[in-house]
């Protein structure tokens, strides 16, 4: 089993210790792409903060959501620079603090899974992103709410 989070990127990038790698990550899906994300930005941001993480715009800006489904240990989580991502669990220690902080107060989802997960960001309605978490054997183990109106916490 491996522990894995659900927030914005931008609460994973400590900026004393990766200096310059969030703005290079945001010139990276700017206007080029429409402001979405790319599979060669992901690759980057993994390499930069040592740990795999996938991207996606939250398709609504600012945002608060939750997740519901097998192993979730903290539902909720938000973003406030449009994006969301699915990383495993950060264990550099400064990362780790600000991540424990906003899982105190529902910015973080937290949940366990095998180490072989696939993640698909829903993007069938533009407005609004779902996160799908499947395992190997392809079954969908966690989503998240389906509108803003769902959203529990």
């Given at each position: ?54 991207t996606a715009s939250t398709g609504y800006g600012d945002w ?40 105190d107060v529902g910015g973080v989802a937290v949940f366990d ?35 803003n109106e769902e959203v529990i916490f």
């Open positions: 089993m491996k522990t894995y989070i659900i927030t914005d990127p931008c609460y994973l990038v400590n900026h004393a210790d990766h200096p310059g790698v969030w703005a290079r990550y945001c010139g990276m899906i700017g206007e080029k792409t429409n402001y979405e994300t790319t599979p060669e930005a992901d690759d980057y941001l993994s390499k930069a903060l040592g740990f795999r993480i996938q608060r959501n939750s997740i519901s489904g097998v192993g979730v240990k903290h539902s909720g989580f938000f973003a406030d620079a449009g994006l969301v991502c699915v990383a495993e669990m950060p264990t550099n220690p400064a990362v780790l603090a600000d991540v424990s902080a906003l899982i899974a095998e180490e072989d997960i696939s993640v698909v960001f829903d993007r069938s309605n533009r407005r609004w992103t779902i996160v799908r978490i499947f395992n190997r054997d392809g079954e969908e183990i966690i989503t998240s709410q389906e509108s």
